[in-house]
């Protein structure tokens, strides 16, 4: 089995990212810029990328668009990113698939990286998930509302897939957390909102409703008195 490859930026000045990579037996290699990215990359091709937004937004979010622009682009995006920037998170949601808050806990770190490089097999081929205009198709990971192909990132996916196989029904966002990232909460509360927010955003104005928030608890799809 071919050893995962990730791409880091920056160059890690401290040792916690690093550590983590090895203990988890990834192979990395740091990058200044994106002509560095596509020299460095492995025969096999980035199997995730890792950037910290902080210092060099500019740079790092020039780097998570090429990782996501390119014809063959495969590699999960995870963003790590201080309290004090997450406000350059904004304007960017298109170019990561999801994104943690540093300094970050070793096993947050863990279960968010795996969950984004391993694909789980969906059971059943073909199989169709449907509410009202929204279709999922859960072997190949499309998702269409009103006909309307929706790009979606894998997260993004994952999360409207766990809206939609139950809906009506209201679920915390360390429910949400948990079921959908795969991970323990440490305070990710921001993450679940993050998504949401971008979900909303391309279901468009006219079905941006389909998603609930319900005060004080979490999310839900579809309204409370839905019936199958």
């Not at 290699?29 to 025969?43: F, G, H, I, N, Q």
Request: with cysteine; proline share 4%; net charge negative.
């Amino acid at each position: 089995m071919t050893t995962p490859t990730i791409l880091l930026y920056p160059t890690p000045m401290g040792s916690s990212l690093t550590k983590v990579l090895d203990v988890l037996g990834f192979d990395w290699k740091a990058v200044s810029d994106t002509s560095a990215a596509e020299t460095l990359e492995p025969v096999t091709g980035w199997s995730g990328a890792i950037i910290t937004i902080d210092g060099n937004p500019d740079e790092a979010f020039r780097i998570a668009q090429w990782l996501r622009g390119r014809e063959d682009a495969n590699a999960a995006t995870l963003m790590l990113v201080s309290a004090e920037a997450l406000p350059e998170l904004a304007d960017n949601t298109d170019h990561f698939d999801d994104f943690c808050l540093t300094p970050f806990h070793p096993a947050e770190l863990e279960a968010r990286l795996e969950h984004m490089i391993q694909r789980h097999v969906d059971e059943g081929n073909d199989a169709i998930i449907t509410f009202g205009p929204l279709s999922l198709n859960i072997e190949t990971y499309q998702a269409m509302v009103d006909g309307r192909a929706l790009d979606l990132t894998y997260m993004e996916y994952e999360l409207l897939r766990y809206l939609t196989a139950q809906p009506g029904k209201v679920f915390t966002r360390e429910i949400l957390l948990s079921e959908v990232w795969g991970y323990d909460y440490y305070g990710g509360a921001r993450t679940v909102d993050v998504h949401i927010r971008r979900l909303r955003s391309k279901l468009g104005e006219e079905h941006a409703n389909l998603i609930a928030t319900v005060r004080s608890v979490g999310y839900r799809l579809g309204t409370a008195d839905w019936r199958a």
